[in-house]
C-alpha cells in the first residue's frame, strides 16, 4: 500500500478523527457499550437474543458509509502491493491477534485510551511496536 502525501488533507484527518471519537463516545454514552469492531463482529458470531439487530446495524453503517461516500465523491484510489495469499495470511494474523489482544485497534486505541484503560495501552503500544517492527522487516530486510 502507498500513501500519497503531496494529496495529504490535514482538515479532512482531523474532522475524520473527530467524528470517530464522537461516535464511539455517542456510543458508549448511550448504549453502555465499546465501539471495537471485533467485539461487535464475534458478537455475531455467537449470538444472544436481542442482542443482533444493533450489532447488524452498526456493521451495515460501516459498510455503507463508504458507498454514500462513493455517491458524492469520488473514492480515492487504492492500490495493495500484495498477493491474496499473503492478505489471507495477514487477516488470520491479525484476527488471531485481536482474539490473544482481547480486543482490536479500534477497541483499544480508540475507545479504552480515552477510558484510560491500561490493559488498552499496552494493547495498543504492542499493535504500533508490531505494526513498526512489520514494515521495518518487510520494506529493509525481505527486500
Known amino acids: 500500500m502507498t500513501i500519497d502525501w503531496t494529496h495529504f488533507t490535514l482538515w479532512s484527518s482531523l474532522v475524520g478523527g473527530l467524528m470517530i471519537g464522537s461516535a464511539a463516545a455517542l456510543f458508549l454514552f448511550f448504549n453502555g457499550r465499546i465501539a471495537g469492531i471485533s467485539g461487535i463482529v464475534g458478537g455475531l458470531l455467537r449470538p444472544s437474543s436481542g442482542d443482533i439487530a444493533w450489532r447488524l446495524a452498526f456493521i451495515a453503517g460501516l459498510v455503507g458509509a463508504q458507498l454514500v461516500y462513493g455517491w458524492a465523491l469520488p473514492l480515492p484510489d487504492i492500490h495493495v ?18 482474539r490473544y489482544g482481547a480486543g482490536c485497534t479500534s477497541g483499544h486505541g480508540v475507545c479504552g485510551l480515552s477510558r484510560r484503560s491500561p490493559r488498552s495501552l499496552v494493547a495498543t503500544l504492542a499493535f504500533m511496536f508490531a505494526g513498526f517492527v512489520t514494515v521495518y522487516i518487510t520494506r529493509h530486510v525481505f527486500v
Do not use: E, N, W
Request: glycine residues 16%; proline residues 6%; negative net charge.
Open 81 to 98: 502491493d500484495a498477493d491474496m495469499p499473503t492478505l489471507i495470511i495477514a487477516g488470520l494474523l491479525v484476527g488471531l491477534g485481536t
